[in-house]
């Protein structure tokens, strides 16, 4: 199926009725204030899938699920793929597995939010983007940035301006060019590097075992 930019694949708290897996566009997953406000919580690429949760045992999706990078996913019917998952136990390692990185992205970008400055926060955020979207040019808008990242418009309008002017991204029209990313890694938090290195490991783990 296609993926379009702003699609509402699981609106929170509503039954899972499909499970996607994204081949070239990716998903993000939100949680819902006040104030009609949401955070981005994790990102989902080619890398894993949405609505992995079925696996233990809860029928209701925990949090909004937009698409935030336009392209292509495999989609299953949910009943379907709870019927595998029973039939396959190496299916069910590999999904626990799955969630256990699920749950580190959660733990690292809540800390990340509480913890680090805007410009190290969206830094953290373009390379979790380029990773999933498998380009160095994607389609952002600064007003979409910031509901991603919980922050007012103009603290990411600050913070790209910033990256633009020491040559780390060009932006145009929501069109983002990743121009070093060495730069952007340098000007991440910490939480990046330790996502990404755990990761690693973990999916190491997954084939040795």
Known sequence: MELKFGQVLYATDEPIEDVFFPLTGFISVLVEVSGGRSVEMG???????????????????????IVQGAGKALRMDARVFRE????????RNVIHSYLYILILQLSLTGACNC????????ARWLLMTQDR???????LTHQYLARMLGVRRSAVTIAAGAFQRAGLISYSRGQIN????????????????AAFKFHKKNLKTEADG
């Not at 595998?84 to 299916?91: H, T, V």
Request: charged residues 15%; glycine residues 8%; positive net charge.
């Open 178 to 193: 990743v121009l070093s990313r060495s730069g952007l890694k340098q000007a991440s938090c910490q939480c990046y590097a």
């Open 133 to 139: 979207a498998h380009a160095s040019q994607f389609y």
């Open 115 to 122: 913890s680090h400055e805007v410009p190290q926060r969206l």
């Open 84 to 91: 595998r998952l029973q039939a396959s136990l190496p299916l």
């Open 43 to 65: 990102l989902i690429g080619s890398e894993g899938m949405l609505g992995a949760t079925l696996a233990l045992g809860k029928r209701n999706a925990p949090m909004l699920s």
